[in-house]
């Protein structure tokens, strides 16, 4: 486990907008190498605790190691951050005082080739955080319908050629399986029009995007643990989100600005009779970015959102 590489994004930004508190309760919805984890520790000693989600075994695992000095200041559970909610309920929690949610794939898991969720590497199809549950990319591939192929490149990939790489899909599954990344590279190579690649981006980007958000069931378990969170955060705790592309950040905004509404009752009506009370405050007007240094020594960084708010 000792090779295990994940490079935590933005460390002193989250710091910085978590605000960490002595001997406070929090959460690190995705755990990766435990680097972010490790600094919420640090700034909320002595007596902090952390609790750890994350669906990656191999996570969990290295971060139990790394973290293992913290001793019981740290509790690690492997669940999709999706369960936060019945998870602190089973630990007997009722409130917290901050969550981070580094939302997407790690750098582990592109770099490590058997997991499938790279279209650098030749490997078995596969993109699960957790795999030893749910369906792969290639279950995806070999058994969806056309129609719905093209629906989650779409939806989830914002890929223009979505319906032309299905069908594509589609004809080569009907001679075999598409089982191997490279396999899936090659049909996405032939559906997509040469003169139509962007020379700054792999014409495989976006589908694999698609898939792996599918296969993991990415968005609606964003949306999810951001209720949750924002419910069990005590007055002043924080709630901070690292999104890597548009359709992340555009539920973190959404979700944050539903939070922070009050009244939702139409203007006709002389006075409030829905009740609603807005929970937080937004404290990022727009998204905080990785600096130039960052961004220089982990690329990866340049398209990370960093978002928060506060409860109210």
């Keep these: ?53 994350d669906r990656d075994q191999e996570a969990i695992a290295i971060a139990a190691e790394r973290l293992a000095p913290y001793g019981e200041r740290v509790r690690l559970v492997q669940r999709n951050f999706a ?14 005082d901050g969550f981070l949610l580094d939302v997407g794939v790690s750098s582990h898991q592109l770099d490590t080739a058997a997991r499938g969720f790279s279209f650098q590497h030749d490997a078995p199809l596969d993109m699960r955080m957790d795999v030893s549950s749910g369906q792969s990319a290639s279950d995806l591939v070999n058994t969806l319908s056309e129609a719905d192929l093209a629906r989650i490149i779409w939806d989830y990939g914002e890929e223009r050629w979505a319906k032309r790489i299905a069908a594509f899909i589609v004809k080569r599954r009907e001679e075999s399986p598409i089982e191997t990344t490279m396999q899936l590279v090659d049909v996405i190579k032939g559906a997509v029009p040469r003169g139509a690649w962007d020379v700054r981006l792999h014409p495989a980007t976006r589908t694999f995007q698609a898939l792996r958000i599918a296969v993991n069931d990415e968005l609606a378990s964003l949306e999810k643990a951001l209720a949750a969170g924002v419910r069990f955060l005590k007055k002043g705790g924080r709630g901070v989100v690292i999104s890597f592309h548009s359709l992340e950040d555009r539920i973190v905004k959404t979700s944050f600005r539903s939070f922070a509404q009050g009244c939702t009752c139409p203007k006709s009506i002389p006075r409030c009779v829905c009740g609603k009370l807005p929970l937080v405050k937004v404290i990022t007007g727009k998204p905080v970015m990785a600096n130039e240094a960052e961004v220089s020594m982990n690329p990866r960084s340049r398209s990370a959102r960093l978002r928060a708010a506060e409860k109210i």
């Design 83 to 96: 369960c936060l909610a019945e998870t602190l309920d089973e630990m007997g929690i009722d409130a917290i």
């Design 1 to 53: 486990m000792s090779d295990f590489h994940h490079i935590s994004v933005m460390a002193a930004e989250v710091i910085q907008y978590l605000a960490p508190r002595v001997g406070g309760i929090y959460v690190d919805g995705t755990l990766g190498g435990g680097g972010h984890a490790r600094q919420i520790l640090e700034a909320s000693a002595p007596d902090g605790l952390l609790i750890g989600f």
